[in-house]
């Protein structure tokens, strides 16, 4: 009876049954009074509402929405995403935002410190192409488990192969974060006084003490893959230093199963537009309304995924403090254990797995049982332009569509 009251207050308000407008236990603030936090992250209203706006994506959009990334969501043990959310100004989530703590942070380090940075990037360039390759086939067997379009003796997706893939993923993922924690851990060790000084005028999580300043990358020089990756380095590295552990552990309600088109429709519309603010209400207000568009029997399916998800969420968060823990040792001067790093990834990798699976299961059950006129509906929530790109994508930047590999054995069926 008390899940099902919790369930019907998510659906419908907690004032459509007389309780207060609120979570049932508030979540902590942080110094500027807003509620962002690992509790609110994964609480399960904000957990429903991203769940159900990724359904929405998933089921109006098509493969190359799905493919859609932004680069900071790989490696993002450095607490850029918790300065984004929690911004005085309201911020982060312009298209301006990194740019700005990027050449704030590039300013203030050596011509040395920040060629540390472009080998780096120049190292990595092929590692982060390949993780963002990678996840295509699970893309693409998603989109087939939602089709129909089963292997031969299939009765649908493998959730063990969906998680075993997974790990490699998120492998990859722990390599390329404890790269860029070793070579940022040095430039924050070489710091003299005065960048010290230099960086104390820059506020976390207050983007009105950023100045407005000129490029620091020579962009010629550079590929763009490797003006990206430094761009993302040197912001995160601000957020690193000037954060705090719990800062990167933090994550966004959508951190997870990154592969149904949520950011897709959210995130691609503001490519390559200056000043351009992300709407932070879309995903709950879009959320919502698909949840009301579905039967009660079809909600179903997506409330359940709620307690499905529950305990690999609550390992996630131990999973994601124990990584940044470690990480943080290079800003001391110690040695992180990478061996460490990389069984936490493996174990990460397990548990986003399973989430992806649940949730690709979920939503071909709704999109499958829907009616033409709930399909005209749904249509109708999803806001398009012509002029937005469509991809598929590498990251960001829209590409031809690519090779993809037989994706039988994520079904657990060898390929021919």
């Not at 040095?186 to 983007?207: V, Y």
Request: proline content about 5%; hydrophobic content about 40%.
């Amino acid at each position: 009876m008390k899940r099902k009251l919790l369930i019907a207050a998510l659906l419908f308000g907690w004032s459509a049954l007389g309780l207060p407008a609120q979570e049932p236990r508030p979540p902590k603030r942080d110094d500027h009074g807003r509620q962002y936090s690992i509790e609110q992250a994964t609480s399960d209203r904000a957990q429903l509402h991203t769940i159900a706006f990724d359904g929405l994506a998933f089921l109006t959009g098509d493969f190359g929405l799905d493919t859609f990334l932004p680069p900071g969501k790989v490696s993002d043990y450095f607490g850029f995403q918790y300065m984004r959310d929690i911004d005085a100004k309201e911020g982060g989530h312009n298209t301006s935002f990194l740019t700005q703590i990027a050449n704030n942070m590039l300013a203030i380090l050596t011509e040395a410190q920040k060629a540390q940075l472009i080998t780096l990037a120049r190292a990595q360039e092929n590692d982060i192409q390949r993780f963002a390759e990678k996840r295509f086939p699970l893309i693409k067997a998603f989109r087939r488990n939602l089709e129909g379009a089963l292997p031969a003796g299939s009765q649908g997706l493998d959730k063990n192969a969906v998680m075993k893939y997974s790990v490699d993923l998120y492998v990859l993922d722990g390599v390329l974060s404890f790269q860029r924690a070793q070579v940022m851990g040095s430039i924050i060790r070489s710091l003299t006084a005065q960048q010290k000084a230099a960086l104390a005028k820059l506020k976390f999580g207050d983007s009105r003490t950023w100045p407005d300043g000129p490029e620091q990358l020579d962009k010629q020089s550079l590929s763009h893959a490797v003006d990206v990756a430094v761009m993302t380095y040197a912001s995160e590295m601000f957020a690193w230093y000037a954060g705090s552990l719990m800062a990167d552990t933090y994550f966004c309600p959508e951190r997870h199963g990154m592969y149904f088109g949520g950011f897709g429709m959210k995130t691609a519309p503001a490519m390559g537009k200056q000043d351009y603010s992300i709407s932070t209400s879309l995903t709950g207000d879009s959320g919502e309304a698909f949840l009301a568009a579905l039967t009660a029997s079809q909600r179903k399916f997506i409330t359940d995924v709620i307690d499905l998800q529950r305990q690999d969420l609550t390992e996630i968060v131990k999973t994601r403090r124990a990584i940044a823990t470690e990480l943080r040792r290079f800003q001391q001067g110690e040695s992180a254990d990478k061996s460490k790093v990389l069984a936490l990834s493996k174990r990460y990798g397990e548990l986003d797995g399973e989430l992806a699976y649940f949730y690709a299961t979920a939503f071909a059950k709704v999109g499958q049982s829907l009616t033409a006129p709930q399909k005209e509906k749904l249509a109708k929530l999803r806001p398009i332009n012509p002029a937005d790109p469509r991809g598929p994508f590498l990251y960001s930047d829209p590409i031809d569509m690519p090779p993809i590999a037989n994706t039988d054995f994520l079904f657990g069926v060898a390929g021919k």
